[in-house]
């Protein structure tokens, strides 16, 4: 069975503005890793949208810094499944549009064997934690105060425990805590 893990850069404050994080080398080789390790990555359309509209070109034109082409290569090789209901189609080359609900999507993915599936977008893993199908969350927090940016968990209606399983930290601050459900 395939895990189901969030996976985000947040900020100290629960933004998830992807600008304002520290996004250097050794985060890149750590999510290159992370992407390199999984078979897909879901993505609501504004994630979608902002990455493809920037990782595709790198692959084409490298920057030359060898960690975030690498991170490029690995984004574009990976399976991209893509919820949105205004777009129709997808030109980033491994893209896909969902045909089925975001539920019944990730509840097929889950009897599915293989490696992780990687929730990459904030509104889905806020969906599918209201949905209890999410197995891990990596959630990586940068040492930043944003003033501006989308809030992870939002109109959560239950409680829910989480239990930290180990934690690992980068040179610049940021620190990835990997959390699991709780079994009930």
Known sequence: MAKI???????LNGS???TSGLADEEVHDHYTEVIRGSDIILYGRTTYQLMEGYWPGLVKNPSGEKSMDEFAIALHNIQKVVFSRTLKTLHWETSVLAKRSLEDEVRSLKKQPGKDVLIGSPSLINELTKLGLIDEYHLCIHPVIAPDGLLLFKNIQERLILK???????QAGQVIHYYERKKD
Not at 5 to 11: C, F, G, H, Q
């Open 16 to 18: 998830c503005d992807h």
């Open 164 to 170: 930290l399983m180990k934690t690992k930290t980068f």
């Open 5 to 11: 893990v969030a996976t985000l850069n947040i900020m």
